[in-house]
């Protein structure tokens, strides 16, 4: 069944998405899809503290396209009040057009090998540049029912690192009416180690009053 988000740009369209997102990490199941990227496109910004499930899944879509642009942005505005979804809609056929009127036969020049080569292998240096990163999925168990979840997650996100970012969260029931936290989180792969941040900041003094244990559900490469 399709999802409809209206008016991004707005307040109001803004909290229907926060309330969507409150307990997701992403729009449609546990893993970025197309449908992330159409209504990504469509939030103008970060909407930070004040929509904060809209805030954490934006940071994770940010790093998930970030790894695949390594070329430097210098940062664009867009003028009007048109939704960019639909702006990028409205310009497709165009560009469409222009694809037609390309020579895909055309005879290529000694020039135009050079040219092609020299773009190759600056695509290659700078992937070789850029720093891998990672997606992770973990669970943090707290001691007992008695825990205060609310507590254990606040000293989870309270870790800082160059290269650490945390993402969405939600409680999963375990059993005997304990819970354990499900938390993603984003790493370069360069400056963070996952069995570092578990063993040296997760589970020891402060933060070992509320984490019993830590384990990796899903590691990924983006």
């Known amino acids: 069944m399709a999802i409809t988000f209206s008016d991004l740009h707005t307040e109001s369209g803004l909290k229907s998405l926060n309330d969507f997102l409150t307990g997701k990490s992403y729009i449609s199941g546990d893993k970025l899809t197309k449908d992330d990227i159409k209504v990504y496109a469509a939030v ?52 469409d057009d222009d694809d037609d009127d390309l020579d895909l036969f055309g005879d290529e020049t000694e020039e135009d090998k050079k040219a092609a080569e020299e773009r190759e292998a600056a695509k290659k240096s700078a992937k070789k540049k850029e720093s891998g990163k990672s997606s992770v999925l973990m669970d943090v168990k707290p001691w007992d029912d008695e825990t205060d979840m609310k507590k254990l997650e606040e000293a989870v996100r309270s870790v800082e690192m160059p290269g650490l970012l945390w993402g969405a969260s939600k409680l999963v029931a375990v059993g005997y009416g304990i819970k354990k936290l499900q938390i993603m989180l984003t790493i370069v792969d360069d400056l963070v180690s996952v069995d570092t941040l578990i063993e040296e900041h997760l589970t020891v003094e402060p933060r070992n009053e509320y984490i019993q244990s830590c384990d990796i559900v899903a590691f990924n490469k983006i």
């Open 44 to 95: 103008l910004k970060n909407p930070g503290g004040s929509f904060p499930s809209v805030s954490q899944w934006y940071n994770c879509v940010s790093s998930h396209l970030a790894s695949s642009f390594p070329g430097k942005a210098v940062g664009v505005s867009l003028g009007g009040k048109a939704d960019p979804a639909q702006s990028a809609e409205a310009k497709s056929p165009a560009a």
